[in-house]
């Protein structure tokens, strides 16, 4: 079941455009073993241990058929109507959006996976806090303060373990978080193994700690998540400013005295906070995802942090109030494995869609700003043919002389070194747009097709001359094609080619401020 | 300001010893290096350096690759320990004048692809002002955008950064510099990688902050350039070779000391600079 973990190379630069799409995919296929936790298994056939390491696949699927639940009960959670749902939604969604927000900032670090290590860690710390108060008060171990404790300080010791290891070994940071994470993974396996063997060994009740069991929580349970949460909000809104700056720029914060040091470990204290409060409801498998997808996606619609930081919150408070609904209907289904089934489509969907990042939007923009260029190739290519012939046009006071010169496919395709093919895409597209018209003699320019090109030319030439002219000072980033040089350069050095390309092609006329391009351009 | 020292740096009660009787007075300079050694793992990459910059001067740090430079600046403002030696900003540790100094790193250090802009970038050096848990107001965007100006990249403020070139992303680096309103600048080769119109704009800047009474050290790699952009320099390789006047210290001697071998390219700087000394 090596779905379980996920792995540790995802740590690195999760930030690159591709790598999103390696986020994914483990999670993905960590659902499935999650998806339909049982119900407590009889204690003597079926060890945690055992169902850890092969899967659900001993508790035949086929037993635990899903119950539809009846429109009522839909209704009734939906509108929330029981106090009992509205509870543990509420504790769901707080965790959801504490999760996105101070998953943001770990992303953005590139610490996400700490977060894994922090709920890997922590299960040797159930199964010793079990043990202590099973030891000192018979029959008590499940005691969920003291369980939550013995998961918080295990989880620390793992980051402190992951921080020591980086420090002072040569061991890259992906490889000591996977030391920690299998290491305190398999001793907390080991454990549970143990306390199966004890005469009072109880582990019904541990085990939703790995797979998460929403409906099973109470309503102290569920305040002590909301408090964890708005705690985790509270602090990631107030300390929004300086936790961006530590992420963006270290050495910078540093260097203005910002304890860069204690804000790391502020933004440590809150994914630990999440993680282990996360546990209960979500499962120590999957709680990463609540941290690492929300944020992942929402990089997808934005460009600014502060965007960034609300979108994955709402991603993350819309996916656990999701898993919370599907576990409160279905019985048998893990809130966890839905709120990450819910935020995976959300991703896929980022993925494709989001307006920054997306992959159609990209392709959308990518395809239109070749269609751009051609129109204007093709318009420039017009024009530059027509130009000789402008003087012995009929002089037409009411129309543009550039429109009345009719000219023939034939005539283009010799200029340009363009495939026949792409020479009428260009000239349909043209005629659709109303740029050209189809007459006896071949083809002409219309009165916007003429205005359009006449500009487009002017513009290029006076890009050409200034490249020309003062190639040394050329503004680097400038679409020539697109941005008009009135935009970019300042008056007088515009006024100035001006002059310098109508001395050399005196036919062109060429009004000192023309329209733009294209409107809103 | 009532806390002490960080450990490590010696104790601020004795006055500054004079180093050999230069004129400059050491509480004055705008940076004064004083007996200092830098060492990375036990081996020493700076030796005794002993350095006072001149008030309201632009001054180049000259060297060859891996001679200390970036090493210098960084123990300068406590990125680096210092294995011994003292350093002051107008006679005070850097921790209680951090305001009064800029520091514009060497490119490349940060995630090109954060979810910022530039304004958002620049706004960052106001970040000291606004104080902890504010948010940044409007009233502090428009002070970033003054900067993003002054750089001539206010076209480009709502730029993801990744969006922008080498020389733009370096002169945004630069605007959130200058928006800190610091009283000397140290800046780690501000010109690499920039086309003429960035390192005109940067010149232009420089000497703006020159003519606004502040001190700036410039890493420089273009010799060419030096005698025009600069008035001081210091010439660095591991030890201190020579710091004062470019007329002075510019030579082809001092150079030849620095950079040891290369003396094809030195003798066409020395050629150079005869001619324009024989201008001057
Ligand atoms: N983090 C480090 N650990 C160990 N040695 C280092 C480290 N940084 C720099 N060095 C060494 O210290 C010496 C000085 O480096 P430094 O970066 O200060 O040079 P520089 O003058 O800035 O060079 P460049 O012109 O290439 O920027 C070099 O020999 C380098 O190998
Ligand atoms: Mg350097």
């Known amino acids: ?521 | 300001m009532t806390d002490g020292p960080p450990p490590g740096t010696p104790s601020p009660d004795l006055p500054e010893p004079l180093p050999d009787g230069t004129a400059t007075h050491p509480s004055s300079a705008p940076l004064a290096i004083h007996d200092m050694t830098v060492a990375y793992h036990r081996r020493p990459v700076l030796w005794d350096i002993d350095y006072d910059a001149p008030p309201g001067q632009l001054t180049a740090i000259v060297g060859p690759n891996g001679s200390g430079k970036t090493t210098l600046i960084k123990a300068a403002v406590d990125l680096v320990p210092r294995a011994s030696g003292d350093v002051r900003f107008f006679g005070s540790a850097y921790h209680k004048v951090r305001h009064r100094v800029g520091y514009v790193p060497q490119r490349g250090s940060v995630d090109w692809d954060f979810p910022v802009n530039a304004l958002d970038v620049v706004a960052m050096g106001l970040y000291k002002q606004i104080g902890w848990l504010r948010p940044v107001t409007r009233r502090y965007r428009d002070k970033a955008m003054h900067y993003l100006e002054r750089v001539g990249m206010a076209d480009y403020a709502k730029r993801q950064i990744s969006q922008l070139s080498g020389g733009q992303q370096q002169r945004v680096f630069l605007a959130r510099a200058l928006s800190q309103q610091a009283d000397v600048y140290l800046m780690d080769e501000p010109f690499v990688g920039v086309d003429a119109a960035t390192e005109r704009a940067i010149v232009i800047i420089l000497q703006e902050l020159r003519e606004a009474g502040k001190a700036a050290l410039v890493v420089h790699h273009d010799l060419q350039t030096v005698p025009e952009y600069f008035d001081h320099v210091l010439l660095l390789n591991m030890r201190l070779v020579a710091t004062g006047p470019i007329t002075e210290v510019f030579t082809p001697e001092n150079l030849r000391a620095t950079y040891g071998g290369k003396l094809a390219l030195l003798d066409q700087v020395g050629h150079r600079m005869t001619l324009n000394q024989g201008r001057s």
């Open chain 1, 1 to 521: 079941m090596s779905s379980l973990r996920h792995p540790p190379r995802m740590s690195r630069s999760l930030c690159g455009r591709r790598r999103w799409l390696t986020l994914a995919l483990p999670l993905v296929l960590a659902i499935p073993s999650g998806l339909f936790a049982a119900p407590p298994p009889p204690a003597d056939d079926h060890s945690i241990a055992a169902r850890v390491t092969t899967g659900t696949s001993g508790t035949s699927l086929s037993d635990n058929r899903i119950r539809w639940p009846g429109w009522e009960k839909i209704s009734d959670t939906l509108l929330l109507r029981q106090y009992n749902t509205r509870i543990v939604l509420l504790g769901a969604i707080l965790l959801g959006i504490g999760a996105g927000t101070v998953g943001t900032f770990m992303l953005l670090r590139k610490r996400s996976l700490v977060g894994d290590v922090v709920s890997h860690a922590s299960l040797p710390g159930i199964a010793i806090a079990f043990l202590a108060v099973e030891l000192a008060y018979p029959g008590n171990g499940r005691s969920l303060p003291a369980l939550l404790l013995g998961a918080l300080l295990a989880g620390l010791l793992g980051v402190l373990c992951t921080i020591g290891i980086r420090r002072f070994s040569r061991i890259k940071e992906d490889t000591a978080l996977a030391i920690v994470l299998s290491v305190f993974f398999g001793v907390g396996i080991a454990l549970f193994t143990i306390i199966q063997k004890l005469p009072t060994g109880q582990v019904a009740g541990l085990q939703q700690f790995i797979y998460g069991q929403t409906a099973s929580m109470t309503s102290a349970d569920v305040s002590l998540i909301g408090l964890a949460s708005l705690l985790v909000i509270a602090v990631s809104t107030a300390l929004f400013k300086e936790f961006g700056l530590l992420c963006f720029d270290e050495e910078f914060g540093r260097s203005h005295g910002w304890p860069t040091l204690w804000l790391d470990l502020a933004l440590m204290a809150l994914v630990v906070c999440i993680a282990i409060t996360g546990l209960q409801s979500v499962g120590l498998l999957l709680v990463v995802a609540m941290l690492i997808i929300p944020p992942a996606a929402a990089r997808f619609w934005t460009d600014r942090l502060g965007s960034m930081t609300i979108i994955a919150a709402v991603l993350g408070g819309l996916s656990a109030w999701l898993g919370g609904v599907a576990s409160a209907l279905f019985a048998r289904f893990s809130a966890g494995a839905v709120i990450v089934l819910a935020g995976t489509v959300f991703f896929l969907v980022s993925l494709a869609f989001g307006t920054r990042r997306g992959l159609l939007p990209r392709m959308r923009r990518q395809w239109s700003n070749n269609r751009r260029i051609g129109r204007h190739d093709l318009l420039r290519a017009v024009y530059e043919m027509l130009e000789p012939h402008l003087d012995s046009a009929p002089p037409d006071a009411s129309g543009d002389p550039l429109g009345d010169i009719p000219f023939t496919r034939d005539q283009v395709l010799s200029r340009r070194s363009w495939s026949a093919t792409r020479l009428s895409r260009l000239m349909d597209r043209g005629t659709r747009d109303g740029l050209l018209t189809a007459v006896t003699s071949g083809w002409k320019l219309t009165a916007s097709g003429a205005q359009e090109a006449r500009l487009v030319a002017r513009n290029h030439r006076l890009w050409e001359t200034y490249l020309i002219l003062h190639a040394d000072i050329a503004p680097n980033h400038v679409d020539r094609d697109a941005d008009l040089i009135e935009h970019v350069l300042e008056p007088d050095l515009v006024s100035q080619l001006l002059e310098t390309v109508s001395a050399r092609y005196p036919q062109m006329d060429m009004p000192p401020s023309p329209h733009p391009l294209e409107p809103g351009h």
